[in-house]
């Protein structure tokens, strides 16, 4: 049975105005799911303690919505528990692993976080050091200060380079306002640049299969802009001028595999004698967290993945889901998650991107046990073991200490 729901009226008071809604926090019971929905269809809701809303907390495990000055007129405070009913009951969360955090990104937030410790303040990051939101936030409560361009920052800071890798020209722009930089460019992302760049001294004109505005794409290209062209789809490849001389590619490392293959066949075949790298672009965890998700979507009624929109191994996540015929969402936390959608889910996928922490995975689960009996049930198909050093920069100052 679904965690009891209590509904009830409060008088008006200071703090608490006519229309809004409560929704205590339950020492047992989590009310996240509750409050989103009741915010998703436009009401105001205060979330807190009991006590802050001088209530007394019931001893059984329930969740509880009350509303400020008397019955909800709209009957939305009614839809939402309509709506949380039609959804309760128990099921089973498919967990595939690996998921989450990968070393790379793990490798980047640890680089902020020494920084934060090691040099003066601020610390400046250029563009979001993984596209998370909520590892930005923390990073920026933390005293992390993120911006778009190097000329945002002040002459001699101390900045560190996100983990998507940049084009030399900004390495060249922090030379020029002496700024100390510290580079958390993912080592796989490195070796793509490395890639284009040995390709380029042998005279090949590069195709790089990527996202346009993907920032890991722009660096890559910025290797050899003069000769490095990006390609998408098979249509792209099939608008590509005939090139006289040697052909490369390289490949963004957060793409789906499918797509890869794709693009890489219609490649092959437009440029028989096409040079590839060495060995595969995409990396290993986004490899991992495909094929693991994939080994659940068949057995899902839903899978929700766990990312922030700019995350392209994320999104690539949700697509794959949906090719394998299987609904799937995109979610930045729970707050995310509809009761609608989990009405008749009695099982659910729940993965996060390389990007999204763990800690966000398991919010989920356990506000969708206020809906009922919860069965965990992991599915790992591999376990990874890479790590990352830290960059030299770090490793071989101990820096000025924080200020």
Sequence with gaps: MPTQVITGAVPEREGLAVGDVLVPDGAAAPNALLAAELRHRGLRVRTGPWSSFGLPEPRPPVVAVYTVGGPDG?????????AWHAAAGARTVLLPQPQSFCAGVERAIDIVEQALVRYPHPVYVRKQIVHNLHVVRDLADRGAVFVDELD????????????HGVAP?????????????????????TKVHSEVRRFARRDHQILLIGHAGHEEAIGT??????????????????????????????TQTTLAMDEVATVVAALRERYPHITGPGSDDVCYATTNRQRAVLAVAGQSDLVYVVGSRNSSNSVRLVELVERAGTPARLVEDVTGVRLAELAGAATVGLTAGASASPTLVAEIVRNLGGLGPVEVVERRITTETITFNRPRELDRAGGDAAS
Aim: charged letters at 25%; aromatic letters at 2%.
């Design 152 to 163: 945002e920052v002040p002459r001699g800071a101390t900045v560190v380079f996100s983990a």
């Design 74 to 82: 709209s009957g939305t405070v009614d839809a939402v528990l309509a």
């Design 221 to 250: 290209l910025g290797e050899a802009p003069e000769r490095t062209r990006l390609v998408q789809t098979e249509a792209d490849v099939a608008a590509l001028p005939d090139i006289d001389g040697p052909v490369a590619y390289v």
């Design 169 to 189: 020209d900004v390495h060249r722009q922090a030379r020029e306002r002496d700024l100390r930089v510290i580079d958390a460019t993912c080592p796989l992302v």
